[in-house]
T-cell receptor, first 111, second 114 residues
């Protein structure tokens, strides 16, 4: 089955700096790659996703890039703000039914 | 929209007791997922339903775990008997369409088995 690895496990940045989180996946058939943000005491919430027919997608301060050849994808957050502090999860799936999540990255944005 | 509703939010029980977790998906969503979250194993998919039918339960840890979806607006995850290693946060998520892919998670049920 699909195996998703995520790095780093923790990330601390200064407010205004950029943050990058990277994930790799094992199954070349995977074609859907979402990113979820989980705040303390809450369930994960989708922030951006990308499908395999697209190499990059951007939504305001958030962007995701996908390299299908290398089987890795990344989340980029620019101009970070304290409210970006949370745990971020990447995921990969083939049919969008069998979503497998990475281990998560705890992002801390220092004011 | 009320979102996905889970109950109870917190449950503390003793080893050997039966635990039932409940989920109400978003109205109109036809897929429902149960996930378990622990520090050691992260988010694990336990089971999912499409149109109330269980599709894949390969993630269910063992026979002590069972899940049902008697109708489109209700699902349960039952653990009997419970063990301390079952302590985790259990999330329910629903999805409107496979085409969108987006999962809408509830706020989770934190289970502690003493």
């Amino acid at each position: 089955g699909e195996n998703v690895e995520q790095h780093p496990s923790t990330l601390s940045v200064q407010e205004g700096d950029s943050a990058v989180i990277k994930c790799t996946y094992s199954d070349s058939a995977s074609n859907y790659f979402p990113w979820y943000k989980q705040e303390l005491g809450k369930g994960p919430q989708l922030i951006i996703d990308i499908r395999s027919n697209v190499g990059e997608k951007k939504d305001q301060r958030i962007a995701v890039t996908l390299n299908k050849t290398a089987k890795h994808f990344s989340l980029h957050i620019t101009e970070t703000q304290p409210e970006d502090s949370a745990v971020y999860f990447c995921a990969a799936s083939i049919r969008a039914d069998d979503m497998r999540f990475g281990a998560g990255t705890r992002l801390t944005v220092k004011p | 929209d009320a979102g996905v509703i889970q109950s109870p939010r917190h449950e503390v029980t003793e080893m050997g007791q039966e635990v039932t977790l409940r989920c109400k998906p978003i109205s109109g969503h036809n897929s429902l997922f149960w996930y378990r979250q622990t520090m050691m194993r992260g988010l694990e998919l336990l089971i999912y339903f499409n149109n109330n039918v269980p599709i894949d339960d390969s993630g269910m840890p063992e026979d002590r775990f069972s899940a049902k979806m008697p109708n489109a607006s209700f699902s349960t995850l039952k653990i009997q008997p419970s063990e301390p290693r079952d302590s985790a946060v259990y999330f329910c998520a629903s999805r409107g369409s496979a085409n969108t892919g987006e999962l809408f998670f509830g706020e989770g049920s934190r289970l502690t088995v003493l």
